[in-house]
C-alpha cells in the first residue's frame, strides 16, 4: 500500500555536502519527495523529538548533534514507505549498517548517523507535523503537467 514516511538528513550529511546524493539514493529508491525544507531545529524541538529517548545516555549529545547545525526536512511517499526508508536508512550504527545504506555510507558514528528513517506510519504522520503545514505537502499535480499548472495548482 502507497505510504508516507518521514525522513531528516541530519547536520552532520548537510555539514558534508550529502544531501544530493541522499536525495538521488531516495529517489532510486523509489520514493517520491512530497515535502522538503531546511530547518535549523531548535534545542526545545530537538527534545521534543526525541522525547522517547529522554534520560538515555545519548539523549544530552543526540540534542546537542541535531541543533548544531541545518538539517532537511523530508516527506516521501511510496509503496512500503515505512519499512523500506529503514532498510535504505540502515541499522542505527553505521558501523553495523549494511553496504549499500545511507547510514553505512553517510554516517560517522552511533549519533551522527546522517539520516532519521519514522518506524510506523502514525509515528511518521506525527513526525512530519512538527515540520510541515497540510498545505505545504504537495501530492495533487506531482506529476508534470501535458501544460503549464494554473498559478498554485501544484
Ligand atoms: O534512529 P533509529 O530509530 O535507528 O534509532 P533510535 O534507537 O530510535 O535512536 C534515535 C537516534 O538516537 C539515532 O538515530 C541516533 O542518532 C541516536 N542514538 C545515539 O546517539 N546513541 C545510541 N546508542 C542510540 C541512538
Ligand atoms: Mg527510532
Known amino acids: 500500500m502507497t505510504e508516507r514516511t518521514f525522513s531528516i538528513i541530519k547536520p552532520n550529511a548537510v555539514a558534508a555536502g550529502a544531501v544530493g546524493q541522499i536525495l538521488d539514493a531516495m529517489l532510486a ?14 534545542r526545545n524541538e530537538a527534545e521534543k523529538f526525541y ?55 553517510f554516517g560517522e558514528n552511533v549519533t551522527r548517523n546522517a539520516v532519521h528513517a519514522s518506524d510506523s506510519v502514525e509515528n511518521a504522520r506525527e513526525e512530519a507535523g512538527r515540520f510541515f503545514d497540510e498545505r505545504e505537502i504537495v501530492v495533487a499535480r506531482y506529476a508534470p503537467p501535458a501544460v503549464e499548472a494554473e498559478d498554485g495548482a501544484c
Open 51 to 105: 522525547a522517547v529517548h529522554r534520560g538515555k545516555p545519548f539523549y544530552d549529545r543526540l540534542v546537542t548533534f541535531m541543533t548544531s547545525g541545518p538539517s532537511v526536512v523530508l516527506v516521501l511517499e511510496r509503496e512500503d514507505a515505512v519499512a523500506g526508508l529503514r532498510r535504505l536508512a540502515g541499522a542505527t550504527d553505521p558501523a553495523k549498517a549494511a553496504e549499500g545504506t545511507l547510514r553505512r555510507r
Open 29 to 42: 529508491d523509489g520514493f517520491r519527495i512530497i515535502g522538503l525544507k531546511l530547518v535549523c531545529m531548535s
